[in-house]
């Protein structure tokens, strides 16, 4: 399964970014391989629409799950219009995944 995490950096020792829209990257994280891919937001300091357009992001690249802080109004459509569930969490990335990976089992 594909999930995305916001991201203060671009490793899974990173914090969780509280912010959706304006985060500083996102880590996509493949849960069947173990892979990411940390990918800089471009929309980071867009004038406005940084969530709406974040959101389109996201979806396209066929996540299933999203973590992170906060989500604004204009994400939250986009994010659940494409069926894509959503959970806030903090703390690093890798104490999330590893906590994932034990619900599963």
Known sequence: M??????????????IDPRFGRCKYFIF??????????????????QQGAGTQA???VASKGVKTLITGKIGPGAERVIK???IKVFEAHGKIIDVINKLQEEVR
């Open 29 to 46: 994280f493949d849960t069947d391989t173990m892979q990411y891919e940390a990918v800089e937001n471009p929309w980071r300091d867009a």
């Open 55 to 57: 959101g389109q992001f």
């Open 2 to 15: 594909k999930i995305c995490i916001t991201s203060q950096g671009n490793d899974l020792n990173s914090e």
């Open 81 to 83: 219009a494409a069926g």
